[in-house]
């Protein structure tokens, strides 16, 4: 990625964060975990972390894409004089957390399985 690519990643990351955390007012926490730019700044790929508990997180997206035009609009307002077109969003879902939770949940079930089998050894 250019060093241009990264600073739009960045200011749109930050901008975005705020603009989705304020228009989406529904008991759901919702972060910007990364934003990444095709190299000719049209396109921006948005990776959200979604905390909702007791919702689906489908909803959420529905409501994004319903209101696209609006988020776009409101961050044009913000960084006109940055970019000459304001990139459309694609929005996605970002299944880090889910994928470290799995892991580490994993690793504590081999840690527990070998601490068990330590115990059957010392017995003998």
Known sequence: MSIRTERLAAVLKRDLGKIIQKSYQNGSIITVTNVKVTPDLLI??????????????????????????????ELASLIRNQVRRIPEL????????EYVNRMEQLFSEIREERESRGKDNEDE
């Not at 959200?48 to 609009?73: C, M, Q, T, W």
């Open 44 to 73: 921006a790929k948005v990776y959200l972390s979604i905390l909702s508990p007791g919702r689906d997180k489908k909803d959420v997206f529905e409501y994004l894409e319903a209101h696209n035009a609006d988020i776009r609009k």
């Open 90 to 97: 694609h929005f996605y879902l970002d299944e880090t957390a």
